[in-house]
């Protein structure tokens, strides 16, 4: 999109930088809610097109500290009438945007290159979020899902970063071992992979 005025923003602009980044560049309202300078946005092409608003929904309905920010619509008379040009929301307090496109020229959409990753403290909160959000099942590995919207998204115990972060040599191997064939992390398996290796030496 050309630099210029839109409904959402007196100066907006969209460009691509030299690792292939989209990026846009928004002039923020100084009398506005404060944005954060960088905010993921999610465009929503081809067989998801026009399902912005429903993704918004779902995900501010899964996450705590979650709402809708700004909206504005494609007008009537156009080819998106209706849909979302562009919408912020948080999810656990962190700003995304999203936006609708069905121009039939767009030659990407979701792929596995971006996904959205979720630390929870408990297995159940990484059993709801990822029974909500799964719905390709030949999609999950390792924490890995896609939702029906295409996004992918990890979901992960915290306890695993303090593990690979905290652990020796022999932990590490042993818990990348164990999580590595699975579909859906299962915290308890990964633990005890962890507990099962010798303690590591006190300095």
């Known amino acids: ?16 930088d030299r690792y292939g980044v989209n990026w846009q560049l928004i002039l923020t309202d100084p009398s506005g809610e404060a944005r954060p300078l960088v905010v ?14 429903q993704a918004i929904e779902s995900y501010t309905s899964l996450f705590p500290d979650s709402r809708r920010g700004q909206t ?12 979302l040009m562009f919408a912020d929301f948080q999810l656990c307090g962190q700003w995304f945007a999203a936006m609708d496109s069905a121009d039939p020229g767009h030659a990407f959409s979701f792929t596995e290159g971006v996904s959205l990753l979720v630390e929870c403290d408990t297995q159940q909160e990484m059993d709801r979020l990822t029974e909500a959000l799964s719905a390709v099942p030949a999609a999950e590995q390792c924490g890995w899902l896609k939702d029906r919207f295409g996004i992918s998204w990890q979901i992960t115990p915290r306890a695993l970063q303090q593990m690979m972060r905290d652990g020796t040599r022999a932990q590490v191997d042993a818990v990348t071992q164990a999580f590595l064939p ?3 992390l299962d915290v308890a398996a990964i633990r005890a992979a962890y507990e099962g290796q010798a303690p590591r030496a006190k300095a």
Do not use: C, H, N
């Open 1 to 16: 999109m050309e630099i210029g005025e839109y409904p959402f923003a007196k100066r907006y602009g969209w460009v691509e």
């Open 40 to 53: 993921p946005s999610l465009m929503f092409t081809k067989g998801v097109a026009g399902q912005a608003d």
């Open 72 to 83: 504005a619509r494609y007008p009537p008379g156009t080819p998106d009438a209706g849909t």
């Open 182 to 184: 699975m579909k859906r």
